[in-house]
């Protein structure tokens, strides 16, 4: 397994759903997964599918610019962090942002996000 190519399909996978249904981000997370999105702490996929898909706006384009990744422990684990600018509908500019993943292995050989933090840029 390369850790490079395994977050580089994880991240095109997670903001290609994310733009287009985040509702279906929900098997990528599980009971014990957290999100800190700016800030406010959510446990729970369901709790952090609810919190993604409530959030105000449509339409969202990520532009990724890049992706870097550290193994994680000796459970097979990998910490991926994603700097780009997203393109919200209606709005002129985009926005940067940070965000991080830590991947846990699950036996059938996939990965899910145990956690995640993600911050806008203002700078």
Known sequence: MDPDAVAKAFVEH???TFDSSRAALGGLYQDASMLTF?????????????KL????????VHAIATVDC???GPSGGMLVFVSGSLQLGGEQHPLKFSQM?????MPQGSFYVLNDIFRLNYA
């Open 70 to 72: 550290q193994p994680s």
């Open 101 to 105: 993943f830590h991947l846990m292995p």
């Open 14 to 16: 997670y903001y290609r």
């Open 38 to 50: 700016e800030g406010d702490k959510i446990q729970g996929a369901a709790a952090i599918v609810a």
């Open 53 to 60: 898909s409530s959030l105000s706006f449509q339409q969202c």
